[in-house]
């Protein structure tokens, strides 16, 4: 069971940035991932409700992930 404090906090919607052929844009995601940790955000919601999981191939959403 999880307590509040692991999962409370802001959790933004991560924005994965892409190429222009779609692919995502791992040193730009770098950035902005880099970023939340700095404000100290909660945790990231990824390939959420941004819309942009699906957009991926399975293989791209998994890299997406462990980034």
């Not at 802001?10 to 880099?34: S, Y």
């Not at 404000?39 to 699906?54: A, D, F, K, M, P």
């Amino acid at each position: 069971m999880f307590s509040k404090s692991v999962l409370g906090g802001v959790w933004p919607a991560l924005l994965t940035p892409v190429h222009p052929d779609g692919a995502p844009n791992f040193a730009e995601l770098e950035k902005i991932v880099q970023l939340f940790i700095d404000q100290q955000l909660g945790g990231i919601y990824v390939l959420g409700s941004t819309g942009q999981g699906v957009l991926f191939t399975e293989k791209q959403r998994l890299d997406v992930t462990k980034r």
